[in-house]
């Protein structure tokens, strides 16, 4: 594939991603800091290049149940939003969570709680990673570091979307979607034909042909004990995922003594809290989370029985330490540091975090 | 005696639509939405468009309504249908999509999709069953609910001073620019039914002709909400509901016919 490089935000990397991975559609409403994937889209006019449907919606209400209708009729369709503008969408994340529908949904995090502050935060971990909506059910979540990664994990957002029929969340935050960044992109691929539509969501609405009943997209099942089995072949989607989709990347954890774990934008300042501590003498490792949902509680159960003690970084008052706590069954001490409500840590911050939590802890 | 001889397709006078399924329906014995079921069914069927037609339901009494239309069908969140409807026509311009949905549905809960869907125009037919209340939550004040009207939300009558006028949403839809045709039926009598389904026709139609957004309201009846006898309950709808909802197109063509 041919490589160009460009220089963007990591909201852009979104837009462009889209329209390079053959996104049938995008539905959104203005939102900052998130809110250049739509400008780009607008400005790039996709409907004339690939046929792509750009709609500002009313609402993320709307956005999101636009979200829905499009992939209900099996197209690759996705929004992007911040924080409140994501709590709007929560109605309609179950909704295609209990309807099994792939799209993917970009949440570039600012402040909060309440309309909070436009700058970044890493608050809407449990909101993300724990439902959010009602009932029981796990978006697929995606956790990009990068505004290369913002790019890519667009087009590995389509395969799990619709590999599993679930929603897919990139948590950003509006560091990473403000942040001007070197990518590469790749060749434009093309939007489905209608036969591959067919062929790679044949259980969608798309029309009904002469050879076959309707299809219905639907939560709803009235008889308690089929929505029980319903919720039986939900879970074992997602345990199928928490086998075989894990991803991280472990950076100097082999010997290490003592490990950051962190994703996105608190991955990049503890790596250079990392650096800092190594000039001290100290042997850190981090471990960045790539997926959040599925949780590698794998990787982190081994490293809690090699290590010394981890420290959870991240931009909220303590969310993503929970899930590390309960993956290390307190093998080893844990604690967590994040600056939050819209401040970010610097690498200093957080290896004097390190220093007093963990390392001369009594 | 029944003579086998005269089962002929040549004899045959009425037949059911195949673009509704072989399922029972649920609704109470005399309501209005088996009837507009079937009437779309039949336009569907009497267009050719069965493979075009996409059916978003509500939330309402006829959140089933996918189990009748034998179409490819979506059941949306209360309120949302015009959204889902709006991205599914906007990426198939070629298809039918239509919404089917209760007044609280469509008037209340999903106000701003409905106005939204229309003002942008989208080339979506939307049929609008007005019964004046909350069918199927047992029987609760609707935003069409009319004053002094008793429900389970108002057991001493509709009051303007603690819950607002009755929701003309209809003759609102008709001043946005993006509607083309507006009108509002009913069902009760074979001869509104046959005024009906030309209006649904004509709604499809247009839809083909992508001319915009269709609306048609259909005045219905809800017995068992209303707790009356279904004769009853469409005596007192001619009576009451027709005066604050009277039946007749209000915009055709694009032009307002009526203020
Ligand atoms: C978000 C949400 N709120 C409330 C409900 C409960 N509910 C189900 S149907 C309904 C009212 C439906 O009334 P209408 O649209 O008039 O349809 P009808 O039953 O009268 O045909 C309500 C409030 C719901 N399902 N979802
Ligand atoms: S409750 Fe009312 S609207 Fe619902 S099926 Fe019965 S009569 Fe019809
Ligand atoms: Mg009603």
Sequence with gaps: MAKELKLMKGNEAIAEAAIRSGCDGYFGYPITPQSEVMEHLMAEKPWEKTGMVVLQAESETSSINMVYGGAGVGKKVMTSSSSPGISLMQEGLTYLAGAELPAIVVNVVRGGPGLGTIQPSQADYFQATKGGGHGDYQLFVLAPATVQEMYDFVFLGWEIAFKYRNPVMILSDGAIGQVMEKLYVGDYVPRWTDEELRKNAPWASFGKPTDRKHHIITSLELDSAKQELHNHKLQAKYREM???EVRFEAINCDDADYIFVAYGSSA????KAMQLGKEKGYKIGILRLITLFPFPKKKIAELSTKVKGMLA???????????????AEFRCPIEHYGRYGGIIHTPQEVLEALEEK????? | MFNQDIVKPENL???????????VMHYCPGCGHGTTHRIIAEVIEEMG?????????PVGCSVLAYNYFEVDSLGAAHGRAPALATAIQRLNPDKHTFTYQGDGDLAAIGTAETIHACNRGENIVIIFINNGIYGMTGGQMAPTTLVGMKTATTPYGRNVELNGYPLQITELLAQLPGTYLVTRQSVHTAAAVRKTKKAIRQAFENQK??????????????????KMPATKANEWMVENMFAKYPIGDIKVDGELVQK
């Design chain 1, 242 to 244: 928490e086998e075989k």
């Design chain 2, 13 to 23: 006078v009425y037949k059911r639509t195949e673009v509704l399924t072989d399922n």
């Design chain 1, 313 to 327: 970084v991240e931009m909220s008052a303590g969310q993503m330490v929970e899930d590390v706590r309960l993956a």
């Design chain 1, 358 to 362: 963990i390392i001369k802890r009594k």
């Design chain 2, 49 to 57: 468009i069965q493979d075009k037609a996409i059916c978003v339901a």
């Design chain 1, 268 to 271: 990049r300042i503890a790596e």
């Design chain 2, 209 to 226: 002709n992508k001319k915009g957004t269709s609306f048609v309201e259909v005045v219905s009846n809800c017995n068992s909400g209303w």
